[in-house]
């Protein structure tokens, strides 16, 4: 509800996607009349890695890091290749199935991981780290009008 009333308060009259990339990836939209349509949750970054230590006997647990190409050549770096490139092929996906419906769409990315995330992407995101902040104090100022 936070970033949604961020999304309207910062970006009125316009579809918005808000992409939260923190212990989960959550995605909600809000259309141009203010109305929330819904949205996803997905594992996050560092879920993605913890899952596949704890649910496989011989994999390593491995801190997130930046791939340095697109295919690992051994299992650290396939694992980050993995786990990098498959949350941002997620969310680059996510992203164009919402622009096909709607063309005049904003897409926010927030989060704990927006910062490491953004530096990923080909395509025009507003990474904003206090999104939520924004929302909540938005809507504490709301309510108390």
């Known amino acids: 509800m936070a970033l949604i009333a961020a999304a309207v308060k910062h970006h009125p009259n316009t579809n918005v996607l808000v992409i939260d990339a ?33 649910f496989t006997s011989s994999l390593p647990s491995l801190e997130k890091t930046t791939p340095n190409q697109r ?37 926010i990315l927030t989060g704990g991981d927006a910062d490491f995330l953004c530096k990923q992407f080909k395509i025009s995101i507003f990474a904003h780290s206090n999104f939520l902040l924004e929302g909540l104090n938005f809507l504490l100022e709301f309510n108390s009008n």
């Open 22 to 54: 923190g212990s989960c990836i959550t995605y909600d939209f809000v259309d141009a009349e203010h109305n929330y349509l819904g949205g996803a949750i997905s594992p996050g970054v560092q879920m993605r890695y913890k899952s596949l230590k704890n």
């Open 71 to 107: 295919l690992g050549n051994s299992t650290e770096t396939s694992i980050h290749s993995g786990v990098v490139y498959g949350v941002v092929h997620e969310i680059e996906g996510t992203i164009e199935d919402y622009q096909n419906k709607y063309s005049d769409l904003t897409v």
